[in-house]
């Protein structure tokens, strides 16, 4: 039974990476007819520039959402949220953690805005990611690189580390990031634009009370999840996906704080309000 939950699953979050993948050719298809209807050159930049509007206007939504939240519930929580505190208010290095950090180009601002504002910060890179092209988007200019080797799903895989400062990024199947025990529950934010839909049994969550992500896992309690997915085509499908995004972040331990549509994708936005493990 706990082999078939865990295809069902790995094939829920196949299935959401590929959806999104074609949700964004979709989009980049569309905008460059539109271009090209209107005389107007749609370019790598033009992209770039769009991310980085569509990026922001997501961390402010997110900001004005969870604020309005606590203000709503004032004295509902015992603890603070550390993503909307100040560097010198939270008395600590704030930690985030981004995947896919250079498969989006969204996320890639979002580091940048992390960094810019004093977190350590985690990334995940799909394995066809350039090392070169990650280097430079980030410009770490003398990082330290190591590969090693792991089992995942009965399967050797390559896992490289680029690390610069501030930023580390993993590039490794994603389905396959883990965090070593004296990592979990440490981030202050988690954003997940692939999404990761996986259970995690890593022998360190064994004696956990619930079941949820590597992501879940890492948040500690008063953290914040911004996941992104495909939108839903209509109320029953909704529904469903709003159901099972919550069957991985269950209301036990995470609280939905708000859920919206966007154009073409919907956005959840939860607060971790119990330990897991």
Partial sequence: KDKK????????????RSNWSRSISRFLTNATHSAAANKTPFTYHSCHRFSNVWGERTIDWIAATMES??????????????????????????????????????????????????F?????AV?????????????????????????????????????????RIEQRVVESFKLKSDELQTFDVVFDEMPLLRYY????????????????????????????CEGAKDRKQRIELINNIQSYYPESHFDLVESRRTPWTRQFLFLKVRNTV
């Fill in 127 to 167: 394995p066809e990611s350039s090392e070169k092209f990650i280097e430079g988007r980030f410009k770490m200019k003398t990082p330290t690189v190591r590969t090693e080797k792991e089992k995942f799903d009965g399967k050797d895989i390559e896992v490289k580390y680029i690390e610069s400062g501030s930023l």
């Fill in 5 to 16: 939950r865990a295809t069902k699953h790995s094939m829920t979050s196949s299935l959401f």
């Fill in 69 to 118: 939240h606590l203000e709503d519930h004032e004295g509902d929580y015992n603890f603070t949220v550390p993503y909307l505190e100040s560097v010198a208010k939270s008395g600590t290095t704030r930690k985030a953690l981004v995947t896919p950090c250079v498969q989006q180009a969204t996320s890639s601002y979002l580091i940048d805005t992390l960094l810019s504002q004093n």
């Fill in 201 to 228: 049994a890593d022998e360190a969550v064994k004696s956990g009370n619930v079941q949820t992500t590597v992501l879940g896992h890492g948040l500690k309690k008063g953290g914040i999840l911004y996941l992104q």
């Fill in 120 to 124: 350590a910060v985690y990334g995940v």
